[in-house]
């Protein structure tokens, strides 16, 4: 890098003076043509004029600058630094934060202050960060001049990941370095990496168990049990319904990337949601009447116009009504409801069942979550039923709601957006008629 050049006092007289010529040019000009033309006219003499013309240039150099300040000026360059160091800190997406060599902050951005709380200038930063290994990339930043870059996690006030980037760089030509720690907060990459490696690991769980009892079927059927046909048929139903959860695992699982993908598009269809209630309704009503649960259906004779994707709609009215008759058995009776509410039009399937306890109501919708396993899979539940209906209806723009208290049933409401349809005018109708 360049030595910065020292600039003599007498050329920094120099420099100011041509600037002040400069920038007076006009006037200056003006008042020299003033004063040849009166001695033209003999009006003032050569001493005057020459006395004048001095008067002029010396109130030209020592009149204030209007303009940019020098460039050579060390006070109001600093000046300018910092103010351009302040738009950069604002402009900048995280918290960022400038110390001078001995690591007191000198500059910091509204996000540092937002991350890190009270930030005084002047401070050790340690007084704000208190990462010991964030400190000690500081001083190896400081000494060896390398960039360095911590991964940490907070714990307290919820737990936080974030990657400190600590380099020491210089601000202004001659001065010593400046050191800048930016923060990257990673928690929410965490968070979607281990979510993604439970899933994986949890849908291989789900996979493998009936391919495991599959298996182990087959084995018997070759071996012990190869020559009694009571214990085939007995094994073979087994198999056929272990497969049938294989099968509706995967099914669900594909739906729910395939909603994923098109997680940020809105379907724009107009669907009746009365009628596509009924039509569930009727289609679970052999189920019902297999479990002994009576299912009452109070859907609207009206049709309540929803903006949403039909088949994606049918998968929330199944889930709901069937969860209702598998888990709420004991109550003998669903309810399910269509309504035009205010806030939008809804479907509401309440059962009389034992409910759910208040500390599984926040994670029913989580992939996999079930309150007992045996009895989801005993049902021939995949645990991703109401995780695909709360996808579908975060894609429609609406939410589920889930009130329940242990031994008092539950009830699961489906709220949508309401598709004004315009009603078409009757005299229109008569004449086409
Ligand atoms: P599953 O395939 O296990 O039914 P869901 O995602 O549909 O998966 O439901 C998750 C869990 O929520 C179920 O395993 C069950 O424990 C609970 N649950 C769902 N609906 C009801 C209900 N109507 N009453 C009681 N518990 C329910």
Do not use: C
């Amino acid at each position: 890098m360049p030595e910065p050049q020292q600039i003599s006092t007498a050329k920094r007289w120099l420099l100011r003076a041509r600037a002040g010529l400069r920038e007076a040019s006009w006037t200056l000009g003006a008042a020299v043509f003033v004063v040849v033309a009166l001695m033209a006219a003999r009006r003032i003499g050569l001493v005057e004029g020459a006395l004048a013309a001095f008067l002029v240039v010396l109130a030209a150099l020592l009149a204030p600058r209007r303009r940019a300040p020098l460039a050579d000026d060390p006070k109001s360059q600093a000046e300018t630094l910092s103010t351009q160091l302040d738009a950069i800190l604002s402009g900048l997406p995280d918290p960022v934060l400038v110390l001078d060599r001995r690591g007191a902050i000198t500059g910091f951005n509204a996000h540092a202050r937002a991350a890190l709380g009270e930030i005084r200038i002047g401070e050790p930063v340690s007084f704000s960060l208190r990462i010991p290994e964030v400190l000690e990339a500081v001083r190896g930043a400081g000494v060896s001049g390398a960039p360095q870059t911590v991964l940490y996690v907070e714990r307290v006030p919820v737990e936080r990941w974030r990657e400190a980037h600590v380099a020491a760089t210089r601000l202004v030509e001659g001065e010593p370095k400046a050191i800048v720690i930016s923060l990257r907060d990673l928690t929410e990459q965490r968070r979607s990496e281990r979510m993604r490696g439970d899933f994986v690991a949890n849908a291989s769980h789900e996979l493998r168990t009936p391919l495991a009892s599959l298996l182990g079927f087959i084995e018997t059927l070759q071996g012990p049990a190869r020559n009694d046909p009571a214990a085939r048929e007995k094994f073979l139903e087994i198999m056929r319904a272990q497969a049938n959860r294989m099968s509706r695992l995967i099914d669900d699982l594909l739906s729910l990337s395939r909603i994923e993908l098109k997680a940020h598009v809105r379907p724009r269809d107009v669907v009746d949601l009365a009628s596509l209630v009924r039509g569930v309704a009727d289609a679970l009503a052999p189920l019902a009447r297999e479990r002994g649960v009576e299912l009452d259906l109070s859907a609207a004779r009206a049709e309540v116009h929803v903006r949403g994707d039909r088949d994606e709609l049918i998968r929330v009215a199944e889930n709901l009504i069937e969860n209702a008759i598998k888990y709420g058995q004991s109550g003998k009776r669903v309810e399910v409801g269509v309504e035009d509410a205010a806030d939008g039009p809804r479907l509401v399937v309440r059962d009389f069942g034992p409910g759910v306890a208040p500390e599984h109501l926040p994670r029913l919708t989580e992939r996999f979550y079930r309150v007992d396993v045996a009895e989801s899979r005993d049902k021939g539940g995949t645990g991703l039923g109401l995780a695909l209906v709360k996808h579908i209806l975060q894609r429609h723009g609406g939410r589920l709601t889930i009130e329940s208290a242990a031994g008092a049933g539950a009830t699961f409401t489906a709220v949508l957006r309401r598709a004004n349809v315009a009603k078409p005018d009757p005299k229109l109708l008569k004449r086409a008629s």
